[in-house]
């Protein structure tokens, strides 16, 4: 079946610091590939999206391109504030299927 | 913007007690989907439902779990008798379409305790 697999956190960096969250998936056929951010007390946010290979999603400053030949869709942001201390959520879904999520990675961005 | 709602935000109930958790799905979406996330850990797939019927469940949706539309526009997930693992955050989901390209929107969550 299908599976997202996501680097452990917590991941803890300063203020204006590089962001790349790895995830890596398994899937049959063409999946859409999803970011999902969780910010403290809320629910699911939809970040990013891409639905084709070789497709970059981007949002706020988040941007993760659909790599097919490497099964990967990485987050990154290029100088990260104190605003995206959130849980992120890689996630894929296959056709006329549900999502399936990574296990999330906690980022914690100090000023 | 439209948007997914959920009641209660919050529920505390006593074990092998019945529990509804509703959501009102955006209204011109079809596909409906209930998951749970245990002390922010993973967020769990429970069960989908399309054109009336359950159209997949994982096995955590045994027979205490149970779906219904009963008017058009809510979507309730009930649980028969409560045990103390059931204690999570209930999200709601909903999309437009069953295809890979339709992201879901997720309500802000029930949180249920069960004590």
């Known amino acids: 079946g299908n599976s997202v697999t996501q680097m452990e956190g917590p991941v803890t960096l300063s203020e204006e610091a590089f962001l790349t969250i790895n995830c890596t998936y398994t899937a049959t056929g063409y999946p859409s590939l999803f970011w999902y951010v969780q910010y403290p007390g809320e629910g699911l946010q939809l970040l990013l999206k891409?639905?084709?290979?070789?497709d970059k999603g981007s949002n706020k400053g988040f941007e993760a391109t659909y790599r097919k030949e490497t099964t990967s869709f990485h987050l990154e942001k290029g100088s990260v504030q104190v605003s995206d201390s959130a849980v992120y959520f890689c996630?894929?879904?296959?056709?006329?299927?549900?999502?399936?999520f990574g296990t999330g990675t906690k980022l914690q961005v100090i000023p | 913007e439209p948007e997914v709602t959920q009641t209660p935000s919050h529920q505390v109930t006593q074990m092998g007690q019945e529990v509804i958790l509703r959501c009102v799905p955006i209204s011109n979406h079809l596909y409906f989907y209930w998951y749970r996330q245990i002390l922010g850990q993973k967020v769990e797939f429970l069960v989908s439902f399309y054109n009336n019927e359950i159209s997949e469940k994982s096995e955590i949706f045994d027979d205490q779990f149970s779906v219904e539309r009963p008017d058009g526009s809510n979507f309730t997930l009930k649980i028969r008798s409560t045990k103390l693992e059931d204690s999570a955050m209930y999200f709601c989901?909903?999309?437009?379409?069953?295809?890979?390209?339709?992201?879901?929107?997720f309500g802000e969550g029930s949180r249920l305790t069960v004590l």
């Open positions: 989901a909903s999309s437009r379409t069953g295809e890979n390209t339709g992201e879901l929107f």
């Open positions: 891409a639905t084709k290979a070789d």
């Open positions: 996630a894929l879904r296959g056709g006329y299927q549900k999502v399936t």
